[in-house]
């Protein structure tokens, strides 16, 4: 079981742990979720989300500006 992470120049396929969430994930990348949003097969999606079989992850980091 698997599934794709897309962020910056990172697009590869990652073993996929049991009730593994978004915000596991954000965790074992060091990212803090203040500043990265997550898109799950293409749609917004919060931290507490489990990652399932085959899903595609895509982290998006926030800019801000002033």
Do not use: C, H, W
Request: no cysteine; aromatic share 6%.
């Amino acid at each position: 079981m698997n599934f794709r992470l897309k962020f910056k120049d990172i697009d590869e396929n990652r073993d996929l742990k049991e009730n593994y969430t978004i915000n596991d994930l954000l965790n074992e990348l060091n990212l803090s979720s203040q500043t990265i949003v997550a898109k799950k097969n293409g749609e917004l999606t919060i931290e507490e989300s489990i990652i399932n079989d085959g899903d595609e992850i895509n982290l998006v980091q926030i800019i801000y500006g002033g």
